[in-house]
């Protein structure tokens, strides 16, 4: 790590390490706090707009490195989008359609940037290539921020992957801004962590999800295509990719809304088992880091033979979350209206 990247990490650190409880204070004030419900884990009302403090954080990391490339306007307007369009359903709920817009309009945002899905066959292609990598990935995050710690941790742990990669793994925009959204979260954990003191709400979650977006475009701009190359963003985002998965199927096997929240998640099946939040926690960071580890080493050495470890890992984990009862019936479901093609309130079941 240079010196710089040192610097504008520490920055993001201590920014959302500090900003958090100035944040958490203001939702007392103001009651804007998520409270226990039937689709929610927690026992008393806890502040829910931690987003902006990782939002905070991210911004004065980045005006401090102030290293950007090809259009940083339209760039920080994506980020701001999404942000913003989180910020307003935590505080006051937005239906399905407004969120997936802001989704797509913000992945037009990027691929004007120059942030691409490969344009292999032509633009079109590409440019619907980048709108389902932005909406898979930033809806999946929001799946996984369903239990203390997981949505952060995991998002450090696969921004740090992405920043660490080898070779021209990312631009000049792209390094520090994974590093800057790598300490963040860091400094969010600090008070997210099991027991939570804050939540990230919307905003944090798809902010962090609208990034591992953007770092896999930015991975694949970077880089000569390849299988290794090709499947690394998959393996860093594995998890939260798998429970949105198991999600939808889930959903279409009991003849459900896709937008309807339930508590059969992986983390929901763990903790109705008797895990405690922290071991959960604990396991997604592991595993997160093992299949990061996995691809990294496929990329690094660019033999698809180090993608079969990886490959077995996620077999057995999705294996697993099966017979746990993640298709269906190990837990609590009940109807939630707060949501987008799955994007509901991050502190309940998505």
């Known amino acids: 790590m240079r010196a710089s990247d040192a610097e504008t990490a520490a920055v993001a650190f201590i920014t959302c390490l500090t900003v958090c409880p100035v944040v958490g204070a203001a939702c007392q004030r103001f009651a804007i706090l998520d409270h226990p419900g039937p689709l929610k884990i927690h026992k008393r009302p806890i502040p829910r707009l931690g987003g902006i403090a990782i939002a905070v954080a991210v911004s004065v990391a980045m005006l401090v490195a102030g290293r950007f490339e090809i259009q ?25 359609s407004a969120r997936l817009i802001s989704q797509i309009v913000a992945a037009f945002l990027l691929w004007r940037a120059g942030y691409a899905f490969p344009n292999v066959i032509g633009e079109l292609p590409s440019l619907i290539g980048t709108i389902i990598v932005v ?134 099946v763990l903790l109705a088992r008797g895990w405690r939040p922290r071991n959960v926690a604990l396991a997604f960071f592991v595993l997160t880091a093992v299949l990061s580890g996995v691809g990294w080493l496929a990329v690094f050495t660019k033999r698809t033979m180090f993608l079969l470890p990886g490959a077995i890992v996620m077999a057995g984990v999705t294996a697993t979350a099966i017979l746990l009862g993640t298709l269906g019936g190990s837990a609590k479901t009940a109807e939630h209206e707060r949501s987008a093609p799955e994007v509901i309130s991050s502190r309940s079941a998505s």
Not at 77 to 84: H, Q, T
């Open 135 to 268: 909406i898979v990935l930033t809806n999946s995050w929001n799946f996984v921020d369903g239990s203390d710690g997981l949505a952060a941790g995991v998002a450090a742990i696969a921004a740090l992957a992405f920043f660490v990669a080898p070779g021209q793994a990312q631009s000049s925009m792209g390094a520090p801004l994974a590093v800057s959204v790598a300490a963040a979260c860091a400094g969010f954990l600090i008070w997210n962590f099991p027991p939570a003191k804050i939540f990230m709400g919307d905003a944090g979650s798809t902010l962090l999800g609208f990034a591992i977006a953007l770092f896999t475009l930015d991975f694949y701009r970077s880089n000569s295509a390849s299988l290794p190359v090709a499947l690394f963003p998959v393996s860093v985002a594995a998890l939260p990719l798998l429970d949105a998965v198991l999600a939808i199927v889930r959903r279409f096997r009991q003849a459900q809304s896709l937008v309807r929240g339930d508590r059969d998640h992986s983390y929901d």
């Open 72 to 96: 940083p306007s339209l760039t920080a307007a994506a980020f701001a989008l999404v942000w913003f369009t989180g910020l307003l359903d935590d505080v006051r709920p937005l239906t399905p």
